[in-house]
């Protein structure tokens, strides 16, 4: 019985996460219309608010086109790859009635990150274009660099809490959030988490100008869709696990999910407002700069740790 209750709670998670996905979508388009002082989708429902669904049908229902060169089983599964690792780690959320949530939630977030870059490398490749090649080979060169000093980062916490459970930051952050207390982190967890989803200012991989659209190039319909909806659903964990780690844990309350909508309001900001960054600059802040920060913030927090400890 628990096994089937949990599995139709991580099932009714996963449509609410689709549906936000949907939603993430337009607002993301509106955002990006006020920002360019345009309207953004306004025509289909209204104000736009079935826009989402309106352009899942038409690329789900579009001719799946493929190159005739290409590698046709990795071509065509590496993208339900990268959608079902960016749904599967939703199952760390730290939601007490779920009944998925497990003692080891970071370290399972960490392996579901790291098997992603094989799915977008996948899709480069078997694409069997230059472009879809070099797109591919850039995202898993800055998405490596940057889950170090993510996974620096977390270690610095879970030293401070004392578990890999996501439980455990709701009780420490009762009186004081850890976005105070590791404001330099926070903002070095931010951007690597921008560098993480291939989104402005870090989107070497759809470098538009010299790689077309990058890794996706040789995708259209439902295969094109099925990526979009990974990047999308990453977004959205990846501000879920913001508020969760620096901005309290107390995902019962309504407050929570306003927070993950301003995390998420922050990824787009960025997306209108900055430049794209040189590829050698990126990997320079990466090792140059987050690395030390985040290995100097461990070396502190085991410091602190240990001086509770005695």
Known sequence: MELILGFLSFLMLMICV??????????????????????????VGYMGFVQPFADAVKLFVKEQAYPITSNYMSYYVSPVISLFLALLVWGVMP????????????????????LGVYSVLAAGWSSNS???????????????????????????????????????????????????VGFPLALCWLSSCLAETNRTPFD????????????????????FALIFMAEYASI?????????????????????????????????????????FRYDKLMFLAWKSYLPISLNYLIFFVGVKLLFIM
């Open 18 to 43: 689709l549906v936000s996905v949907a939603f993430l979508t337009l607002f993301e388009r509106k955002i990006l219309g006020y920002v360019q002082i345009r309207k953004g989708p306004n025509k």
């Open 236 to 276: 959205l964990f990846m501000s879920m696990l913001f508020s969760v780690i620096f901005l309290g844990c107390n995902v019962m309350s309504l407050l929570f999910y306003v927070k993950v909508v301003l995390i998420s309001f922050v990824f787009i900001w960025m997306r209108g407002t900055l430049p794209r």
């Open 130 to 180: 230059k472009y879809a090649l070099l797109g591919g080979l850039r995202a898993v060169a800055q998405t490596i660099s940057y889950e170090v000093s993510l996974a620096l980062i977390l270690l610095s916490f879970v030293f401070l809490v004392g578990s890999f459970d996501l439980f455990g930051f709701k009780d420490l952050q009762e009186y004081i959030w850890f976005f105070v």
């Open 204 to 223: 070497f991989a759809e470098g538009e100008s010299e790689l077309v659209s990058g890794f996706n190039i040789e995708y259209s319909g439902g295969g």
């Open 95 to 114: 939601l007490s009635f779920c009944m998925v949530s497990f003692g080891l939630g970071l370290l399972f977030f960490l392996c579901c990150t790291s």
